[in-house]
């Protein structure tokens, strides 16, 4: 059993789970996923790391209510247990030092992509990080990416946060003024970037 160290929401449907997993703390790096089994008859999804702390033995990892077994998950509180927690999975993000960067996150990559933006500043990049969510009350994880990140633009659909739009208007604008972005990281879904990235 992995024991939850702490819960937070970050929105009604969106929330944050600290889980005492140290073998996996140890080993994780950004980009890398985790298999999840809240129960043993439960079903087993897959969930991107959020973040980690070796120091502590624990890997965070963010949960959008849309299902039956992330509803299940959501409806665990700080001291409960889920039955399986196996990873560090999949290929890490090719880290290096391109230049200009573009971290666009959309959902839950909102957290997902803090620990993209962090090892690409720390290589020494330029980050241009971009969120976008429905609304206001959709986002989350802006202090956190904010200070990983050069430059940090918010986008709502509905303008009641941010600039009005989606999260490729932003990446045309500073495509626009010519300044080349050479690399881009995507976690959620985006519509096709544009073709003149490099």
Known sequence: MYKILRREDLTPTAHLFEVEAPSI???AQPGQFIILMVDEKG??????????DRRRGSVSIVVSEV??????????KKGDSVAHF???L???????????VACLAIGYGMATIVPI???????????YSIISAPTKTDLFGIDRLSEVSDTLIVTTSDGSYGEPGWVIEPLRHWLDTGEPIHRA???GW???LPRNLV
Do not use: M, Q, Y
Not at 43 to 52: F, M, Y
Not at 67 to 76: E, I, V
Not at 117 to 127: F, P, Q, S, T, Y
């Open 25 to 27: 703390a140890r080993k």
């Open 43 to 52: 079903e087993r999804i897959p969930l991107s790391i959020a973040g980690w």
């Open 67 to 76: 299902g039956r077994t992330t509803s299940k998950l959501s409806r665990l």
């Open 86 to 88: 196996v990873g560090p």
């Open 90 to 100: 999949g290929k890490p993000a090719e880290i290096d030092r391109f230049g200009n």
């Open 117 to 127: 933006a962090h090892a690409l500043r720390e290589a020494g990049n330029k980050v």
């Open 185 to 187: 990281f995507v976690i």
């Open 190 to 192: 985006c519509p096709p």
